[in-house]
């Protein structure tokens, strides 16, 4: 089965290159060779490769930057998505898509469903949730993925943030009035592959949205605690620093993020058989991979 990846040189991009199974031929292109937000360029390549499925990765994931950059933020996250969501209907085919918690409030105490009410408070969720919207109207086979706090031994996130704070300072502030759940890019991309294996047996999926992520969850001082207790039981860190709980308050960002970012994972286990991944056994296998690179 011939699969186009778009966004593949970012984190899940990376790891759904690494982790493509046997039975797919995959092409995977990044910005520099597809930018969905030209339709022109979209309509090029869809034509001359052919895929069987598209899995979209790309985004523009910048949250702060967007604030800013509204422009370049909806021409990525909608539009395109819209893009892609018009040359996979053309040809018949699916469209598998990342998004994210970002399109909630943040405002619930209950794990969010896929039924549940979006709010985004920014441009990046706002634009995110307009991606799942044109989806929607202009792909009839479609799933969204939504997730959170995507981390990865490739591209930059918390975790390898966390790691250079760690060998520069003695201590550091880190919130701990968000509560979320840390996902690994790989398990991110195994639940994908999981899809296309369904869909290429089966040739049909359960189409729609549904949330994906780590368990269990926690607050990002919780996460960066974690991070620091095992950088050092892998020797990747000689000490860990003291990590002072801090109110978001404390932490001004252009963005407002979402104060509650858990998302209830039933519907796919219980559709797809797909299960949640412990964050804490994938944080291992990141630093685990990251002590193995050249040149640490």
Same mark, same amino acid.
């Given at each position: 089965?011939?699969?186009?990846?778009?966004?593949?040189?970012?984190?899940?991009?990376?790891?759904?290159?690494?982790?493509a199974p046997e039975?797919?031929?995959?092409?995977?292109?990044?910005?520099?060779?597809l930018d969905i937000?030209?339709?022109?360029?979209?309509?090029?390549?869809?034509?001359?490769?052919?895929?069987?499925?598209?899995?979209?990765?790309?985004?523009?994931?910048?949250?702060?930057?967007?604030?800013?950059?509204?422009?370049?933020?909806?021409?990525?996250?909608?539009?395109?998505?819209?893009?892609?969501?018009?040359?996979?209907?053309?040809?018949?085919?699916?469209?598998?898509?990342?998004?994210?918690?970002?399109?909630?409030?943040?405002?619930?105490?209950?794990?969010?469903?896929?039924?549940?009410?979006?709010?985004?408070?920014?441009?990046?969720?706002?634009?995110?949730?307009?991606?799942?919207?044109?989806?929607?109207?202009?792909?009839?086979?479609?799933?969204?993925?939504?997730?959170?706090?995507?981390?990865?031994?490739?591209?930059?996130?918390?975790?390898?943030?966390?790691?250079?704070?760690?060998?520069?300072?003695?201590?550091?502030?880190?919130?701990?009035?968000?509560?979320?759940?840390? *996902?690994? $890019?790989?398990?991110?991309?195994?639940?994908?592959?999981?899809?296309? !294996? /369904?869909?290429? +047996? &089966? #040739?049909? @999926?359960?189409?729609?949205?549904?949330?994906?992520?780590? *368990?269990? $969850?926690?607050?990002?001082?919780?996460?960066?605690?974690?991070?620091? !207790? /095992?950088?050092? +039981? &892998? #020797?990747? @860190?000689?000490?860990?620093?003291?990590?002072?709980?801090?109110?978001?308050?404390?932490?001004?960002?252009?963005?407002?993020?979402?104060?509650?970012?858990?998302?209830?994972?039933?519907?796919?286990?219980?559709?797809?058989?797909?299960?949640?991944?412990?964050?804490?056994?994938?944080?291992?296998?990141?630093?685990?991979?990251?002590?193995?690179?050249?040149?640490?």
């Amino acid at each position: 089965m011939r699969v186009l990846i778009s966004g593949a040189r970012g984190q899940v991009g990376h790891e759904l290159l690494r982790l493509a199974p046997e039975g797919f031929s995959v092409q995977g292109l990044g910005s520099a060779e597809l930018d969905i937000a030209d339709a022109g360029q979209v309509a090029r390549v869809v034509a001359e490769l052919q895929p069987q499925l598209i899995i979209n990765a790309a985004a523009y994931t910048a949250v702060d930057k967007a604030e800013s950059e509204p422009e370049r933020a909806w021409a990525v996250n909608r539009d395109g998505v819209a893009h892609l969501a018009v040359e996979a209907e053309r040809l018949g085919i699916p469209v598998l898509h990342i998004s994210t918690d970002y399109v909630f409030a943040g405002d619930a105490q209950t794990p969010y469903r896929e039924t549940d009410a979006t709010g985004p408070t920014g441009v990046y969720g706002a634009s995110k949730l307009g991606g799942e919207v044109m989806l929607a109207a202009n792909c009839s086979r479609h799933i969204v993925l939504r997730t959170s706090w995507v981390f990865g031994s490739h591209g930059n996130n918390f975790v390898k943030t966390m790691l250079r704070l760690g060998r520069e300072r003695e201590e550091l502030g880190v919130v701990a009035d968000q509560q979320g759940c840390p *996902t690994s $890019a790989a398990s991110i991309a195994r639940a994908l592959w999981a899809l296309a !294996r /369904q869909f290429r +047996e &089966q #040739g049909a @999926l359960p189409w729609g949205i549904y949330h994906f992520s780590g *368990t269990p $969850a926690c607050t990002w001082h919780q996460f960066a605690t974690e991070i620091f !207790r /095992q950088a050092v +039981e &892998q #020797g990747l @860190l000689e000490r860990a620093p003291r990590v002072r709980a801090i109110a978001t308050s404390e932490y001004p960002t252009p963005a407002t993020r979402p104060a509650w970012s858990v998302l209830d994972c039933g519907k796919l286990r219980e559709t797809c058989s797909i299960e949640q991944t412990d964050w804490r056994h994938e944080l291992g296998l990141v630093l685990a991979e990251l002590g193995n690179a050249p040149g640490r």
